[in-house]
């Protein structure tokens, strides 16, 4: 049916002749319009993240051996009461702590960089790339170098998400 025909079914309002609702309009559909670029994605459809260059697959540094352990805060209320509600899940972790052996390596040769969600150690001797099991506080960090082991300890702050946020990003 024609916008002529509408308007003769149902007539226009003085309104709408006032405001210019009877003009012509033109109807964009996002997405059918061309892309002059090679680009596959638009900008909008790419997330923002950190990259941490794996460096390359080549490198033919030692993986050192290195453990991932969960620490929690706990109070009288957690132990006797159970009035905060934390229990001994990983969830209810306030930091990670990643330990790092890193033999015959002095602490001016280590390089640590880390992300919200990756961790890079370098060294001569050894390279280490990790994908963080949880979202960290990247900013808030800590680290502690034992020279007579050759042993690097980061304690880093987890990113805290409630049951919600959790349930959408993992579930």
């Known amino acids: 049916m024609s916008q002529a025909a509408v308007q003769r079914l149902y007539g226009t309002s003085n309104k709408e002749k006032k405001d210019g609702y009877n003009q012509p309009f033109k109807a964009v559909v996002k997405g059918n319009e061309t892309q002059e670029?090679?680009?596959?994605?638009?900008?909008?459809?790419?997330?923002?993240?950190?990259?941490?260059?794996?460096?390359?697959?080549?490198d033919d540094r030692e993986e050192p051996d290195y453990e991932i352990l969960y620490k929690q805060s706990v109070g009288a209320e957690d132990v006797y009461m159970?009035?905060?509600?934390?229990?001994?899940?990983?969830?209810?972790?306030?930091?990670?702590?990643?330990?790092?052996k890193l033999p015959d390596t002095p602490i001016n040769k280590v390089d640590v960089t880390l992300t919200s969600s990756t961790l890079l150690v370098r060294c001569p001797k050894y390279k280490l790339y990790l994908e963080l099991p949880r979202q960290v506080q990247d900013k808030e960090g800590k680290a502690e170098f034992d020279s007579k082991k050759s042993d690097l300890k980061l304690t880093i702050p987890i990113v805290q998400r409630s049951m919600k946020q959790v349930i959408e990003e993992d579930y």
């Open 37 to 58: 670029k090679k680009e596959i994605w638009d900008g909008d459809e790419v997330p923002e993240t950190e990259v941490v260059a794996d460096d390359n697959e080549e």
């Open 82 to 100: 159970n009035m905060g509600f934390k229990d001994l899940s990983s969830m209810s972790c306030d930091k990670i702590v990643i330990k790092i």
